[in-house]
């Protein structure tokens, strides 16, 4: 049963592939993508192993470019917003996100003293 699921894998990855390739088709108005989808969709109706290569192949080469593509996307939202924001922020704020710190304190560390009653929980937000 293992193997027909996988089989089904392999060709539901194989079908989505076909039919990329079927709206590139659509977009561009060129013939190999038409020969491309018919291709990739016939593939495993003549060849469970050709098609079980070609979607591992696939699927390894998609988890290689998402693996890029997240540390360069992440980098660039690092670099292009949060750090002129932090920027700005310490620009315009001098004491930061505590106002009141004392500079001869050993912690900014406050104890809250509230007893907590059930009324408390019944809306938290």
């Not at 079908?15 to 291709?39: E, M, N, T």
């Not at 290569?53 to 690092?78: C, H, M, P, Q």
Request: hydrophobic share 55%; glycine share 6%.
């Amino acid at each position: 049963m293992a193997k027909k699921t996988q089989s089904r894998k392999d060709f539901e990855t194989l079908a989505v592939l076909g039919a990329a390739s079927l709206v590139c088709f659509l977009l561009f108005r060129k013939p190999a993508f038409a020969g491309l989808a018919l291709a990739l969709l016939a593939l495993p109706l003549i060849s469970g192993k050709a098609a079980s290569r070609l979607a591992a192949l696939w699927l390894g080469f998609s988890e290689v470019l998402g693996a890029i593509n997240t540390k360069l996307l992440l980098g660039a939202v690092y670099f292009l917003l949060l750090t002129p924001l932090a920027f700005f922020f310490r620009l315009f704020h001098a004491g930061g996100f505590n106002a009141k710190a004392d500079p001869a304190a050993r912690s900014y560390f406050e104890e809250k003293k509230h007893l907590f009653a059930a009324a408390d929980l019944e809306e938290p937000w």
